[in-house]
């Protein structure tokens, strides 16, 4: 059974930081690039983050650039999302998913594994 679980939400102040953790089970993420998405209530989904499958290449939507890392340890089949700075505009469910290529695309109709989300709340 193909299977990604993130864990690391939580609630916490403006300028804090959390560090997320989407772990792969059913399949080896050696072979594919992966991908943060979140989702507040009311907005649609966007895309947060990617990382390819050797972590040479990641990419980030503007709104988090030099506040969010990703990263991702194959040996231990999880992908990391770094979160620090957070603002309230940062609440939302936050997702990763499988995308089947090593390379990434901002394409979410392609990801085809998904986890169940985790809250991220930021609030004083």
């Known amino acids: 059974h193909l299977q990604l679980v993130e864990s690391g939400g939580g609630l916490v102040q403006p300028g804090g930081s959390l560090r997320l953790s989407c772990a792969a089970s059913?399949?080896?993420?050696?072979?594919?690039?992966i991908g943060w998405f979140r989702q507040a209530p009311g907005k649609e989904r966007e895309g947060v983050s990617c990382?390819?499958?050797?972590?040479?290449?990641?990419n980030y939507a503007d709104s988090v650039k030099g506040r969010f890392t990703i990263s991702r340890d194959n040996a231990k089949n999880t992908v990391y999302l770094q979160m620090n700075s957070l603002k309230p505009e940062d609440t939302a469910v936050y997702y990763c998913?499988?995308?089947?290529?090593?390379?990434?695309?901002?394409?979410?109709?392609?990801?085809?594994?998904w986890g169940q989300g985790t809250q991220v709340t930021v609030s004083s």
């Open positions: 998913a499988r995308y089947g290529r090593r390379w990434c695309t901002s394409v979410t109709g392609v990801y085809d594994v």
């Open positions: 059913g399949f080896t993420l050696d072979y594919y690039a």
């Open positions: 990382i390819s499958s050797s972590g040479v290449s990641t």
